[in-house]
Antibody, heavy 118, light 107 residues
Framework: EVHLVESGGGLVQPGGSLRLSCAASGFTFSNYWMTWVRQAPGKGLEWVADINEDGSEKNYVDFVKGRFTISRDNAKNSMYLQMNSLRVEDTAIYYC???????????WGQGSLVTVSS | DIVLTQSPATLSLSPGERATLSCRASQRVSSYLAWYQQKPGQAPRLLIYDASNRATGVPARFSGSGSGTDFTLTISSLETEDFAVYYCQQRSSWPLTFGGGTKVQIK
């Protein structure tokens, strides 16, 4: 059974940094693209970034480019999202998900809440 | 960026009724469109991928159709557990985008 567990969320001041982690199990992690999707309180879903199987290709939504960095460690079956220069509008639940078919997501974690506030 | 517009925003129906949800793309996305269901406090659940393929374990009452710019998710006969928010999502080009969602609520 596929299992994805996010960690690392919390309360941070504007301008601060956080690093989210996603621990994967139940599948061959190194064979799949992975992605981060977020959801602000009471709002819809928003794709943030994704990364290919070996970490050589990364894509980001415009409003996080230069601030967020996606990475992975296949030896540890883990994916990361380094978030710098955080803004109030980055407040959201951040989900990690496993991709199939180049960008559909059948498996999701439970989410990690990031709150950016002074 | 490809904008996905979902309609209606809210759909009020009774159990047993048929639900028809629409998703329109601002550019052609071929068949690279998925549908997700989300219930309060839960992560999204993939229902349909590549326009018409049901994901593993999804009941047959859920079906997807369309290609190009116009897509439909149909729930043939609503069960109580189907009342939720539904999102479409395109994987045709980066940035990957979601529609704004359709809330299916009990009438």
């Amino acid at each position: 059974e596929v299992h994805l567990v996010e960690s690392g969320g919390g309360l941070v001041q504007p301008g601060g940094s956080l690093r989210l982690s996603c621990a994967a199990s139940g599948f061959t992690f190194s064979n799949y693209w992975m992605t981060w999707v977020r959801q602000a309180p009471g709002k819809g879903l928003e794709w943030v970034a994704d990364i290919n199987e070996d970490g050589s290709e990364k894509n980001y939504v415009d409003f996080v480019k230069g601030r967020f960095t996606i990475s992975r460690d296949n030896a540890k079956n883990s994916m990361y999202l380094q978030m710098n220069s955080l803004r109030v509008e980055d407040t959201a639940i951040y989900y990690c998900a496993r991709a199939i078919n180049g960008g559909s997501w059948p498996d999701w974690g439970q989410g990690s809440l990031v709150t950016v506030s002074s | 960026d490809i904008v996905l517009t979902q309609s209606p925003a809210t759909l009020s129906l009774s159990p047993g009724e048929r639900a028809t949800l629409s998703c329109r793309a601002s550019q052609r996305v071929s068949s690279y469109l998925a549908w997700y269901q989300q219930k309060p406090g839960q992560a999204p659940r993939l229902l349909i991928y590549d326009a018409s393929n049901r994901a593993t374990g999804v009941p047959a009452r859920f079906s997807g159709s369309g290609s190009g710019t116009d897509f439909t998710l149909t729930i043939s006969s609503l069960e109580t557990e189907d009342f939720a928010v539904y999102y479409c999502q395109q994987r045709s080009s980066w940035p990957l985008t979601f529609g704004g969602g359709t809330k299916v609520q009990i009438k």
